[in-house]
């Protein structure tokens, strides 16, 4: 059953990240995207990991592809829709994603340690406590941290987008 | 009946291939910034399928911080990008060449 569902999440989702690069429209793009990032969460909750399934909800599609739709609302994307990939000699960059997508399936598929499929210590129902007490205990000073750094990207971020010189 | 690692792997690594040709190839700056969001999710996927691979909690814990530098960098990116369009009116990306004077 769980391969069933992994199957479908994972093919509604690359279907999506193919929209959302090759879609002319950038509020197609930004649509295929929270698209896109459903699957992600659900895929999330089959690896059994409720807490990122919530928080990648509300984090991508409620704050950042908001953000992102207003910031297209608000500039006049008409110009840019015409021409949708890069001018000139794409080859360099072809050949390099074909590299690195044959690189890393090479690996994956190589290596015999992924294909086991070993039954990971099943949880007791206690482990959001768990994690909490994790992320509190001993990540607390790199939780602190990012805190402060989302902090400064929210000030930052004002102060850029503010009228007249700053 | 639970999906194998290398599963999860294997559409990280789609995921990922995607979000680097839409960051080399596209010439919209909003679509290559979608594309970085969904680079940094593909490997969030990573993270999440090692962690339960191994029982451990720190793939999640890595996750959410990934999540949370992802909507800072978000949200200065776009700030840059309101003050640039104010400035030049486009949105290409070949157009951005005002750092190189």
């Keep these: ?166 | 009946m639970m999906a194998p690692l290398s599963w999860y792997i294997v559409l990280g690594v789609v995921l990922f291939v995607i979000g680097a040709a839409g960051v080399l190839l596209r010439r919209n700056i909003l679509v290559v910034l979608m594309s970085l969001e969904l680079l940094l999710n593909s490997v969030n996927i990573n993270f999440i399928a090692f962690g339960r691979q191994y029982g451990d909690f720190r793939g999640q814990i890595f996750a959410i911080f990934v999540i949370a530098i992802t909507a800072a960098e978000v949200a200065v990116a776009l700030g840059i990008l309101v003050a640039f369009v104010r400035n030049k009116s486009t949105l290409k990306v070949d157009d951005v060449t005002m750092m190189k004077g």
């Design chain 1, 1 to 166: 059953m769980g391969q069933g569902f992994f199957l479908l999440f994972a093919t509604v989702s690359v279907i999506a990240a193919l929209t959302v690069v090759v879609a002319r429209n950038p509020v197609h793009s930004a649509l295929a995207l929270m698209a896109c990032f459903l699957q992600i969460s659900a895929i999330f909750i089959l690896l059994d990991a409720p807490l990122p399934a919530v928080i990648q909800i509300f984090v991508y599609v409620g704050a950042i592809m908001v953000l992102f739709l207003f910031v297209i609302m608000m500039i006049d994307v008409r110009e840019a829709v015409l021409q949708r990939f890069l001018p000139g000699g794409n080859l360099p960059a072809l050949v390099l994603l074909v590299l690195l997508g044959v690189e890393m399936f090479a690996l994956v598929l190589w290596s015999k340690r992924f294909s086991v499929v070993e039954p990971a210590a099943v949880g007791d129902g206690d482990e959001i406590r768990k994690l909490s007490t994790t992320l509190f205990a001993d990540y607390l000073l790199p939780f602190e941290a990012a805190s402060v750094v989302l902090l400064a990207a929210l000030v930052g971020a004002i102060v850029l987008a503010r009228k007249g010189e700053g």
